[in-house]
């Protein structure tokens, strides 16, 4: 079923929805989709529309390209919204598209938050997607990939709008004066915190922007009066879902990238979208042992010790602990040698199976072992002049490998020094060097 009143000019409506383009030229902030050389505007200038999904922030334009869209191609607008919609609403607009195919004309079905629909719903889509009784714009500020069937991504074209940038932003402000014939009441600091506060997001502009108009004042407002009159939008960061994922790893590649200062900005993002601390203190432990490693053995003591004030000492006092090990693990130098060397150590175990270590580092408790040979030939290495025998410890059979390579950085600086001293001892032992 369609939204009651969601294009319904007759009424009085919001300035967002007063100010909405009328023809795709006046979309701002997305050219790259809707521009000639977009894929959007080469399918308007071809007068062929090809399903798709629109994946973007709230406030970028999706519902408003899809309307455009079917008014620009003569195709039958029938807008859905997911969170309102069942299967019953589904069938009544595809019966309605079947009859309507059968006169010439086709049908542009838009569903909104189109992830909301199950699996099931999903599939319910693809033969009239398939057939072309409808074409298809889904819109979803959700990944894809996560949230919409392998075989209904196989028939749309999946295409992303961009969060608005500034200068969109100011061209929404502007058209906002045009329409109402006044300026707002902002100075130029107080214009430039509201575009900050909609945080890409058009039609939370424009709905603040209205708030200002209906307050009536002559005063211009700087940052701080603005702050005072306006309600500060929540950053947009879902912890379950997308945002998670993606600002977690630009905390970690700025760390692997010795960004410190990026890698506060990201943790500090995650913190005020209400990301659990313990989920941000567990991630770093882990990048302590998986990027640092030996170049800093003090890194995961670090790490642990941070984990454990925050537990101690909660919010707001134990983010300044996580706040201290990101500072640190970002300036400590890098290496992922030990994580190479494990990985590299298992593919090696894979292939090679069950193989006995050699018999001589094997010990004989019992005399049948001693008979078989167990223990036979063994050097005590603390019996050697150097502490080190050179025996071989891999398995009977198969050649050495070298699975730890250690950077020439921090403390792995030494390490290679000690391993480089050991290699040429085994040499000798075993009769390659004099």
């Not at 994946?55 to 859905?80: V, Y």
């Not at 200002?212 to 603005?226: C, E, I, M, P, T």
């Amino acid at each position: 079923m369609a939204v009651a009143g969601l294009f319904d000019r007759d009424t009085p409506r919001p300035l967002a929805d007063r100010l909405r383009p009328q023809t795709m030229a006046e979309v701002v902030g997305q050219d790259h989709l809707v521009g000639p050389d977009g894929p959007l505007g080469r399918m308007l200038a071809q007068g062929r529309l090809s399903s798709i999904i629109l994946w973007g922030p709230p406030g970028t334009g999706k519902t408003t390209i899809a309307r455009l869209l079917a008014e620009h191609t003569d195709l039958a607008f029938e807008p859905l919204s997911a969170v309102f919609s069942g299967v019953a609403d589904l069938r009544k607009v595809f019966d309605a598209a079947t009859k309507r195919r059968a006169t010439g004309r086709g049908t542009l079905l838009f569903v909104d938050e189109i992830h909301r629909f199950n699996r099931a719903q999903q599939d319910g889509f693809l033969p009239y997607v398939e057939d072309g009784t409808v074409i298809l714009v889904g819109a979803t500020t959700e990944n894809p990939s996560f949230e919409l069937n392998g075989a209904l991504l196989s028939r749309t074209q999946v295409l992303v709008l961009r969060r608005l940038d500034d200068e969109a932003l100011e061209k929404l402000l502007c058209r906002a004066e045009a329409a109402t014939g006044r300026p707002l009441p902002l100075d130029g600091e107080g214009r430039a915190a509201l575009r900050a506060m909609a945080d890409g997001d058009g039609r939370y502009l424009l709905n603040m922007a209205e708030q200002l108009y209906a307050l009536g004042s002559q005063d211009r407002l700087d940052a701080k009066g603005l702050a005072a009159t306006v309600q500060k939008r929540a950053p947009l960061y879902d912890k379950a879902q997308e945002g998670h994922y993606n600002l977690i790893s630009a905390l970690h590649k700025s760390l692997r990238g010795s960004d410190t200062d990026a890698a506060l900005y990201w943790m500090a993002r995650m913190l005020a979208g209400g990301e659990d601390p313990l989920f941000i203190a567990r991630r770093l432990t882990r990048f302590a042992v998986e990027d640092i490693g030996l170049a800093d053995p003090q890194a995961v003591q670090q790490a642990l010790a941070a984990w454990d004030v925050y537990e101690r000492l909660g919010s707001p006092e134990g983010e300044l602990a996580l706040a201290q090990l990101v500072i640190y693990l970002g300036t400590a130098p890098k290496s992922n040698a030990a994580y190479m060397a494990f990985k590299a150590a298992t593919k090696v175990a894979c292939e090679t199976g069950s193989l006995m270590p050699p018999l001589h580092i094997l010990n004989a408790p019992t005399r049948v072992m001693k008979e078989l040979g167990y223990g036979a030939g063994y050097i005590y290495d603390h019996d050697t002049a150097d502490g080190f025998s050179g025996q071989n410890y891999f398995p009977d059979g198969m050649a050495r490998r070298r699975f730890y390579e250690p950077a020439e950085r921090g403390f792995e600086r030494e390490i290679r020094k000690r391993l480089e001293y050991w290699d040429k001892l085994r040499n000798r032992a075993e009769g390659h060097d004099s």
